[in-house]
Structure formats: structure tokens, C-alpha cells
């Protein structure tokens, strides 16, 4: 998500595995444009006046500027972050991932790991639930869907299924 398009050279920002989708980005983009107006507030007020107490943030915003060694106290990284996460949410990959429950924060953290280090390093993730499934998952890209249920090898051994029913000495097919 580097800024070619633009003609500008940058790196692009790393996303700690907290920052799972789109959602988590608008909520960045939002906590940092309420930081921006804080201290741009706090830079019109009388010279004399008391400063006020910086707002707390996000664990999550906290780890963004950690991992990429950002501040922010510096004006110029606030802006850079805020237009990196800003076309990252209009233009990072997107992947949605449907489980039978909600995954823990552990199994997240280490999907999310896996599909940006062989994916893409930018890629967003939805988690859906789908309790038809019953195990497994189902992956949707904008173009393509992946059925990996338990619910689909079913389906798919139908045949086989039927067969064992009804002749339990019959060999089992590929």
C-alpha cells in the first residue's frame, strides 16, 4: 500500500495482528482525527491557560504507532498514519472467513499472522458465524468462495455414505 500511485515513495505501514478488519481501521482513522482536533485545539488556547491532559488512546492505535516507530506528538507521522489507514481502508485486500463460533482472540491473532506474512501484508479480515457448518470454515474472496465445512465433505461423500449404510462390508471409494 505504498504510495506509488501518487508518485511518492514510502514504506508502507506494518498492521500489528489486533488490527483485523476494516472495522478496526475506521475506529484508527476516527481515534486519530479526535487526537488531531485535541491538539489542535490545545495549540489555539491562551498561552497562559493550563494545558490540558493528553487524551488516553487505544491499545490498539498504541501498538500501530509501536510497531512502526511513530509518535504521536509529531504532526507529520498523525498525517502520515492517518493516510496510510485511509487508503488501506479503501483498498487493502479483503477476506471473509465464516466459523460454526466465534474464534478466540489467540486462533485470530494467529490467522491473521499467516495470511499477511503468505497472502498480503495489508489484507483485512471479516469473521462471520455460520453454525450450519458445523466445523471447518468458509472463506469468501470478492470473486471466489472456499467451502471447507465438515458440513461440504458430507455432501460431498454422499454417495459413498449411502453405500456403507447399505452394505456395511462394502469398501469404502476415494
Same mark, same amino acid.
Given at each position: 500500500?505504498? +504510495?506509488?500511485?501518487?508518485? &511518492?515513495?514510502? =514504506? ?8 483485523? %478488519?476494516? *472495522? ?7 481515534? /486519530?482525527?479526535?487526537?488531531?482536533? #485535541?491538539? !489542535? ?6 498561552? %497562559?491557560? &493550563? ?10 492505535? =498504541?501498538?500501530? *504507532? ?18 496510510? +489507514? ?8 479483503? /477476506?471473509?472467513?465464516? #466459523? ?23 489484507? @483485512?479480515?471479516?469473521? %462471520? ?15 471466489? @468462495?472456499?467451502? #471447507?465445512? /465438515?458440513?461440504? !465433505? #458430507?455432501?460431498? &461423500?454422499?454417495?459413498? @455414505?449411502?453405500?456403507?449404510?447399505? =452394505? ?7
Amino acid at each position: 500500500m505504498a +504510495l506509488e500511485a501518487a508518485g &511518492q515513495q514510502t =514504506d508502507a505501514l506494518q498492521l500489528p495482528p489486533q488490527v483485523v %478488519g476494516p *472495522v478496526d481501521v475506521a475506529r484508527l482513522i476516527r481515534e /486519530l482525527e479526535a487526537l488531531e482536533d #485535541f491538539l !489542535h485545539q490545545a495549540l489555539i488556547r491562551e498561552p %497562559g491557560s &493550563q494545558s490540558p491532559k493528553l487524551p488516553r488512546t487505544s491499545r490498539l492505535l =498504541d501498538e500501530l *504507532v509501536a510497531l512502526n516507530n511513530l509518535s504521536l506528538l509529531s504532526s507529520e507521522d498523525r498525517q502520515r498514519v492517518t493516510q496510510l +489507514l485511509t487508503e488501506l481502508k479503501e483498498h487493502a485486500p479483503r /477476506l471473509h472467513i465464516s #466459523f460454526a463460533r466465534d474464534p478466540s482472540a489467540a486462533f485470530t491473532d494467529k490467522i491473521i499472522t499467516w495470511l499477511r506474512k503468505n497472502i498480503h501484508p495489508e489484507l @483485512l479480515l471479516r469473521i %462471520g458465524l455460520e453454525p450450519t457448518i458445523a466445523a471447518g470454515c468458509i472463506v469468501r474472496t470478492p470473486n471466489h @468462495l472456499f467451502d #471447507f465445512s /465438515l458440513r461440504q !465433505h #458430507f455432501i460431498a &461423500q454422499r454417495q459413498t @455414505l449411502i453405500k456403507l449404510v447399505d =452394505d456395511p462390508q462394502a469398501e469404502p471409494g476415494p
